[in-house]
């Protein structure tokens, strides 16, 4: 991942850019988890769409991989990985472990 | 400006978002001024993002309505499967949560000179940036004889409301063995299934409550969206009950008569017990009046950040853009603006910008516990909007698999809605 993108992620989880002046640039992760958003609550609530807080980098870092190799067993997420790079994958399944746990 | 550690970020969920989104205030330092008109699917996510990119933003949210009754799911509550209050969402959590300032009046006009809205009551607001997403409106006199007073005998019900409740009653209402007539709008309109949705829906109401009755579309249109999945299920669900006529075998619908209920095409006059008219379809009036609209209709943009064509410093999202290949949907209006307003954020606060992801995700009911879904990905291509990657359900499949798909659209709306209005 850029340095830029690092830098962010180390001031903010919520704000989608950082406001620590020179550092300041977008938050890759938190940019693409906004489209997890529109069908995963990213508080862990919600029903009928699995939820994706609480799974471990790694574990959502596969499952994307997985998603994004084939069609089965689920054509939406399909589409969604195929359209991530293996940075953008790892970004925003960094990003979106860090969500609703307590991270350090 | 108040710097944060991370740890403190870490524990920004939920409420304490609120407090911590509204501290911020930067000192000494004007913050740049956006204004987003439109409190519906488009403006509300523009706005809420826009909130959350950077405190450095102060966004204010112009709308006429309290709260916002969606589209997606009234299909459901027309057939008694779902309370209209759970269509409804306010605007407090964006306003609090995010700090945006909420105002409830109507923007009357734009003056892009001047960077400035005036709204219905006479104020004036300024802004640095302005977002428009006023939804669809109605082309003039696109039927003859459908103005405003045959709107409310033979309701469109295609902005969710009042117009929603008042077909609900009329089909609650209707005797069994009637005639519901549903005029079909030509392209390119709001949500491409949602016509045949409603059929559908309608049809599992009237299968429950009222099993003589039939239903006719009178379609603008040869052909429509995923039409082999609605057919197989019309087949499987309701044999007999649901009629599809084509342009090319009514030539078309010419006028309704609201005194008699009737919907007139080239050839014959349809009487109904029921009408549901949806006429054809345009950006909302103040993008016609403000020029962000061209001959077509709609309003062309920049596929990248949205900015208007026809106007710079104005960006638009929503059904109102002509969105090359993304279809005029919700998921769509939320997707161009969060790409819309992470482009904007970097502008105004001198940042990198991330190449935008948008999508198109779709649950289409056909049946209470029968639901398709298709999934698209999109591209700017030589200025248009492209769609690169797409999937849809499949005519075979299991019902276990439609089973799953109806309760995860009911997951969807949820998560949905709270990315929209917090
Ligand atoms: C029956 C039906 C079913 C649907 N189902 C789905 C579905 O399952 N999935 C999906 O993704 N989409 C669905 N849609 C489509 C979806 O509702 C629209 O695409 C979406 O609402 C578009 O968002 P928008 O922000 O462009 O417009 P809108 O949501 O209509 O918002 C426009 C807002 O602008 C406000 N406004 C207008 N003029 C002004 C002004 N001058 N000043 C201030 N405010 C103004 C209006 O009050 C309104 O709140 C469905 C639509 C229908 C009709």
């Not at chain 2, 609201?258 to 950006?283: D, E, H, W, Y």
């Not at chain 2, 299991?398 to 209005?421: I, K, L, M, N, P």
Request: with cysteine.
């Amino acid at each position: 991942m850029r340095p830029v993108a690092r830098s962010a992620i180390a001031t903010g989880l919520v704000l989608l850019f950082s406001q620590s002046g020179a550092a300041a640039g977008p938050d890759q992760g938190a940019q693409l988890a906004a489209t997890c958003a529109s069908c995963h609550r990213l508080d862990g609530g919600g029903t009928g769409i699995p939820s994706i807080i609480g799974l471990g980098e790694e574990r959502l870092t596969n499952a994307l991989l997985a998603y994004r190799a084939s069609e089965s067993p689920n054509h939406i997420m399909h589409v969604i990985a195929l359209s991530l790079s293996d940075e953008e994958i790892a970004s925003v399944a960094r990003y979106v472990a860090k969500q609703g746990s307590n991270p350090r | 400006m108040k710097s944060w550690t991370r740890r403190e970020f870490g524990r920004l969920t939920g409420a304490a978002l609120l407090t911590a989104l509204n501290q911020p205030k930067a000192r000494g330092q004007a913050k740049a001024r956006v204004v987003v008109i439109g409190g519906g699917i488009g403006g509300a996510t523009v706005a809420r993002y826009l909130a959350a990119s950077a405190t450095a933003i102060e966004v204010t949210l112009v709308e006429p309505r309290q709260s916002y009754a969606t589209c997606f799911f009234s299909n459901l509550y027309l057939a008694g499967l779902r309370p209209f209050e759970s269509l409804s969402h306010g605007y407090e959590a964006l306003a609090k949560q995010n700090g945006i300032i909420v105002v409830h009046e109507s923007a009357a006009a734009i003056h892009p000179a001047a960077k400035t809205v005036a709204l219905s009551n006479g104020s004036k607001l300024s802004y640095d940036r302005l977002v428009v997403a006023p939804g669809i409106a109605f082309r003039d006199r696109a039927l003859e004889g459908y103005d405003e007073a045959a709107m409310e005998i033979m309701p469109h019900a295609w902005n969710a409301g009042q117009q929603t409740r008042l077909l609900r009653q009329q089909l609650e209402s209707m005797e069994d063995g009637g005639l519901f007539v549903l005029v079909a709008p030509p392209n390119p309109f709001r949500c491409p299934p949602a016509p045949y949705e409603r059929a559908s829906l309608v049809a599992s109401y009237f299968q429950r409550r009222k099993p003589k009755a039939k239903i006719l579309i009178l379609d603008a249109k040869d052909s429509f969206n995923a039409q082999d999945l609605f057919q197989d299920a019309w087949n499987r669900h309701y044999p007999g009950m649901i009629e599809w006529l084509p342009a090319q075998f009514t030539g078309g619908v010419t006028a309704v008569d609201a005194k008699t209920r009737s919907v007139i095409t080239a050839g014959a006059t349809f009487k109904a017990a029921v009408a549901n008219v949806i006429p054809a379809q345009m950006a909302g009036r103040l993008a016609q009046q403000a020029g962000l609209a061209n001959r077509s209709g709609w309003c062309p943009v920049d596929p990248v950040t949205f900015e208007s064509a026809l106007q710079p410093g104005v960006h638009l999202v929503g059904d109102a853009i002509i969105g090359g290949d993304m279809p005029k949907s919700a998921f769509c209006a939320n997707s161009q603006a969060k790409a819309c307003a992470f482009a904007i954020a970097a502008d105004l606060t001198g940042s990198a910008r991330l190449p935008a992801h948008l999508f198109n995700t779709c649950y289409t009911y056909l049946a209470p516990d029968d639901a398709f879904s298709n999934a698209i990905s999109f591209k700017p291509v030589d200025g248009k909007l492209k769609s690169v990657i797409s999937f849809v359900s499949k005519v075979e499949e299991s019902s276990e698999v439609r089973r799953q798909a109806a309760r995860a659209a009911e997951g969807w709306y949820d998560a949905f809605t709270h990315d929209v209005f917090g």
